[in-house]
């Protein structure tokens, strides 16, 4: 659902600024994108699916709104990522929003594991969101600070049984928050975590979705509502503002009550 952009909460300090989100093409992501190009911010985004990308640069340049830098980058190669950041900041200024929020989180169990298919996990889920903050640190320094927003999950604080991979991966992802926060912090960098709950978007919909699906999430959200991208992105354009300034080194948990 697509919230009404007139009733939602508009950030002045914003405008201008440059954002660089992973996964930009779809699900959460398109909308990290979209919410941010509506606040005026000079988007640049990486996925490695082009035609949902160019899709989304095209709409939203037909809608008015200031077109986002789309770059196709395959995340597990690191040193594509790096080239991608510093293009996005020869286009857009020094990157000074970071939304680290690529994954997939494909079923498997124990037994099927590779080494193989667990190097890849990591790869698609975790490594990349330290490279990436690693690139521009030294920016957002030079700019007198910035904002990190890496993208975990409830699913490690629930332990889902289905995926062991990609909750071993989201669970590292608030631990290199709090180290990064720790480190970053004196140079006025924050680090935060935004930890989604489960969010309707069309791959959740088309694969994992069932009966009994809708049935867990009655039972376990506190809110009857589905949760959407863009419960997600209002967080992130919080994190992102000087509005929240002083926040970092914290989980913020977006779930309808789930944990």
Known sequence: MMLPISTLAHYPSLAGRSVFVTGGGSGIGESLVRRFCQQGA??????????????????????????????????????ALRAAIADAARAHGPITVLCNNAGNDDRHQTEDVSVAYWDDRMAVNFRHQFFAA?????????????????????????GDPDCPAYVAAKAG???????????????????????????????????????????????????????????????????????????????????????
């Open 173 to 259: 992802i608030y631990g290199l928050t709090r180290a990064l926060a720790r480190e970053f912090g004196p140079r006025r960098i924050r680090v935060n975590c935004l930890v989604p709950g489960w969010v309707m978007t069309e791959r959740q919909k088309s694969l994992w979705l069932t009966p009994e699906g809708e049935q867990q999430i009655e039972m376990r959200q506190c809110l009857p509502d589905r949760l959407e991208s863009d419960d997600i992105a209002s967080m992130a354009l919080f994190l992102a503002a000087d509005d929240s300034r002083m926040c970092t080194s914290q989980q913020f948990i977006v779930d309808g009550g789930w944990v």
């Open 42 to 79: 000079r988007v640049a985004f990486v996925d490695i699916a082009e035609a949902p990308s160019r899709a989304l640069v095209a709409g939203l340049a037909a809608e008015g709104l200031p077109a986002p830098l789309f770059i196709p980058c395959d995340l597990r190669d690191i040193e």
């Open 134 to 158: 690693q690139a521009v640190a030294p920016m957002m320094a030079e700019a007198g600070g910035g904002s990190i927003i890496n993208l975990g999950s409830i699913t490690w604080m629930v």
